[in-house]
């Protein structure tokens, strides 16, 4: 197949571009670039040292013979150059990772709020829009988050996108199928419940063919292709900001600073491996919706952790103390979190899971490149409200 992976330059984009390349598709990079224009902006740097993306790619085609091919475009903002790169292009299949994905960055400030409001539902819906008026069939494949679900949670299930409801009318009880309400606990996941709501309007209206990824948090570096070259690495984002619970806890263990811990540690997140990540997305392009259905949508998670538990277990493997500091986030203490990963698992996925892999990310990755860590950019000090502003705290 012909692939287009909107975002391909970043952590999740990046391995999967090189994934979806060495089964023999021909891959495009279409991204503008922005994380790495946010690091800039930040001060911060990957963890691991990244190539430009066409230093990059030049390696991937020295290793494996394959070339994939980078296009700088930004979706926002550029709809009519969008509109020709897919009319010239015309791909099978589209993978969209292109959105401001950080719910602290997404909270920084008013103009944080604003540009990633802008950034992601227009990238969104430009690039379905765009599908209509080219009329490129191609299958969508977005990643979306279980992130949106944030107050929803109950303790029940959180079924795969949608929800069976009964409402009482004057002649008896009805039933519909509705969308899983979303809750969302930060501006970027307010964005992504969003994008739910352009998806299903595009899949009924204009028969789009669209599958939405609800992911878990991301954790891990490497994948069986990024191994393959030291230049092919992927990005790790370790900073208050960007860098994902567990991987801020492996690198707080490797420079011996307490593993930061917010409130109790009582919320409970999804994870998956980076390498799962891409396996996923390799299973759900050869599982495609038909013209006319409704949109898929898969939970792409393979378990569950309350953050304290995670602090601990990366603690009894490293010795690292473990400091509980105020929450810069507006959520609830504790929560619960049951999430059905039944579609992947029926598909073949077989799981890596945080006991087994984790070792190898401590040692092989955190550990080896600890040098280049900024400690000053460690803690997460983005608040969600003036209030909670007052009361974070800059140094453990
Ligand atoms: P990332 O920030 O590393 O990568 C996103 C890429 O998109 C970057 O290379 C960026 O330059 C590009 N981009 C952003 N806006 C763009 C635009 N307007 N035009 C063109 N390119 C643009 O993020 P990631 O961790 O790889 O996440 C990818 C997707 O997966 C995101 O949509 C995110 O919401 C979702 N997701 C990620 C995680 C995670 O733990 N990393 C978890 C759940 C969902």
Redesign the pocket.
Known sequence: MRIAV????????WPTSLHLSNLGHEVHI???????WIDTELGVQSLTPMDSIQERCRIWKQVSGNEIRFHL?????EYQRLRLWLDEYRPDAII???????APYSMKSDRHKVYTVD??V??THNLLTALVETGIDAHLVH?????VYGYSTIGAPIPEGYLDVSVETDSGAKGMEILYPTRPGSV?HMT?SLDQILFQFYAQNDALRITDLH????WGTHTDQTKRHEQLIN?F?YDGD?G?VLNRFLIQAAIDYPLTVHGTGGQTRAFIHIQDTVRCIELALGDAPEKGERVKIFNQMTETHRVRDLAEMVARMTGAEIAFLPNPRKEAAENELIVKNDHFIDLGLNPIKLESGLLEEVVHVAKKYAHRVDRKHVPCVSAWTKDIAKRVVHDP
């Open positions: 909107l975002g391909g330059d970043g952590f999740c984009g279409v991204d503008n670039l922005s994380r790495r475009l930004d979706l926002a903002k969209h990772f292109a959105e401001q994905r950080a950034n992601n227009s990238a990643l979306g988050t279980m992130g970027y992504k992911q878990g948090i991301v990005r984002d960007y994902t």
